[in-house]
């Protein structure tokens, strides 16, 4: 008798410190909530980083042309940059700077900004891997970023337009007519009287 108190005593006891499992709908709804989060943060980032990239592409090609070498560029050039698009940049100085290739840590760019940056990752990774000309690369980068910038104010004056109609509207308008028609009402008005 004792002994089988005994057994239905430490079997509580493990039933009890045994870690329940959590439900599974809490943790799908979790996964859920976590997967859009990132969704949401990459979308933040690679808009805050589209705007800023050109402006980085110009950099890297700026100090390319002073004199530093391709993976000292992105180095240099981290600290000057959106944060949006800074820690990609770093990561690469810093997986460089521990001893991998610079060729295999460009790849973290295209995997933090998107596919926009794959093509400076990828000449850099030629030049650096096969030893191919950096100069026309170079050029041709500028370029782009010079007509991703333009591109950006082209669709930014297009804007304009429909972003004054409001004010256009909402304060020009009644403006116009309380100094402009009004006063002619007025004295129209005031010649009925008579």
Not at 15 to 43: E, F, K, N
Not at 129 to 149: H, N
């Amino acid at each position: 008798m004792i002994a089988a108190v005994a057994v239905l005593a430490v079997v509580a006891a493990g039933l009890a410190a045994r870690p329940r499992a959590p439900r599974r709908s809490s943790v799908a709804t979790i996964a859920h909530a976590r997967r859009r989060t990132t969704r949401r943060g990459r979308a933040a980032l690679t808009a805050a980083g589209e705007r800023a990239y050109p402006h980085a592409i110009e950099l890297v090609v700026l100090a390319v042309r002073a004199g530093h070498l391709p993976s000292s560029a992105i180095r240099s050039v981290a600290p000057h940059l959106e944060p949006s698009l800074r820690a990609a940049f770093e990561e690469v100085g810093r997986r460089t700077a521990i001893g991998e290739r610079f060729a295999d840590a460009l790849a973290v760019l295209p995997e933090r900004l998107g596919t926009m940056a794959a093509p400076l990752a990828d000449s850099f990774a030629a030049a650096d891997r096969y030893g191919l000309p950096l100069a026309p690369v170079l050029e041709r980068l500028a370029d782009e970023a010079r007509q991703r910038r333009r591109r950006q104010a082209d669709a930014l004056a297009r804007q304009l337009p429909v972003r004054l109609s409001l004010p256009l509207v909402l304060c020009t308008l009644p403006s116009f007519v309380l100094l402009a028609v009004t006063p002619l009402l007025l004295a129209a008005l005031s010649s009925l009287q008579r």
